[in-house]
């Protein structure tokens, strides 16, 4: 993120209320932590952090807030229900050519099958003990989510997530409207 847009970004944190003053080591600990984001999205979690947020954000929670606008709400709950659906839906042998051709028809199945993968499979998965199925994908969608191929979304400009992950209708414009 270049300086101008920091600025921008730490005089909005600033205004907002929350535990400490925003000092210069609030503003250090935000820029070390921020260091590698884009522009664009640092310019995206300013933007929605206004109507986000009573309190002024922590770094992890603007990183959180910047994944799910990439996502458009993609969120856990829905990647349970994804997952668990495949699982009564189809059998074993099935499951990863429909989740391939699902990822055809809307690139967000990327992070469904990256999850599918980090739990140990569709074998693995489907042998999950029912309370402890969604701890186990909560677990899987964080490892997956700080991985290097994720983090990618947050470091490069948004033309070139939009071609890593898929626009998902105009969503690029949408963020940064």
């Known amino acids: 993120m270049n300086d101008q ?4 970004f730490a005089n909005f944190m600033s205004a907002m209320p929350g535990k400490q003053d925003w000092d210069e080591r609030s503003s250090a600990l935000y820029a070390m932590a921020m260091s590698d984001w884009s522009d664009d ?6 933007k929605a952090s206004a109507t986000r947020f009573n309190f002024r954000p922590t770094p992890f ?11 458009d709400g993609y969120d856990l709950n829905r990647i349970v ?3 668990k659906s495949i699982i009564l839906h189809m059998p074993l042998h099935r499951r990863q050519s429909h989740l391939e051709s699902l990822i055809l028809k809307d690139s967000k199945y990327n992070l469904v099958a990256d999850v599918v ?7 693995t998965i489907g042998s999950i003990q029912t309370e402890k199925f969604e701890s186990v994908i909560q677990s899987s969608l964080v490892s997956v989510l700080n991985s290097s191929k994720y983090e990618l979304l947050l470091t490069k400009p948004t033309d070139e997530w939009v071609k890593h992950i898929g626009d998902y209708d105009g969503q690029k414009e949408k963020l940064l409207g």
């Open 81 to 83: 229900s994804e997952i």
């Open 41 to 46: 999205v640092v310019k995206m979690v300013t």
């Open 61 to 71: 929670e603007l990183r959180t807030l910047a994944l799910n606008l990439i996502f």
């Open 5 to 8: 847009t920091f600025v921008v």
């Open 117 to 123: 993968k980090q739990s140990g499979g569709w074998l």
